[in-house]
Nanobody, 126 residues
């Protein structure tokens, strides 16, 4: 499967963006799909994930109800709706695909994912 992330851009503090991750080559319906981000000079960190049976998990340190991860298996696409953005959210956002059997704690670890998209840049101005 190949992943193509899109939807990034420049937004002011308090604004919203919706990121999309379109998959091709294979259906994602049986896969765990994750979102990670990497800010300049920082490690890649977990943002959100959705498992093949639905539901989502989030990084409780900074998401705090602002982001929603969803999937549309019919469109083979995963979304990350981001609201109330702040400058600290500035980063390259990556989507990734992993096994359906990942347990919740594993979905938060980048090494659990086998396939990565190229990333989309989100810049939040103050």
């Amino acid at each position: 499967v190949q992943l193509q992330a899109s939807g990034g851009g420049l937004v002011q503090t308090g604004g919203s963006l919706r990121l999309s991750c379109a998959a091709s080559g294979r259906t994602i319906s049986m896969l765990t799909m994750g979102w990670f981000r990497q800010a300049p000079g920082k490690e890649r960190e977990f943002v959100a994930a959705t498992k093949w049976r639905g539901g989502a998990s989030y990084n409780g340190d900074f998401v705090k109800g602002r982001f929603t991860c969803s999937r549309d298996d019919a469109k083979n696409t995963v979304y990350l709706q981001m609201n109330s953005l702040i400058p600290e959210d500035t980063a390259v956002y990556f989507c990734a695909a992993g096994s359906r059997s990942l347990i919740t704690s594993a979905t938060m670890t980048a090494s659990s994912y086998d396939i990565w998209g190229q990333g989309t840049l989100v810049t939040v101005s103050s």
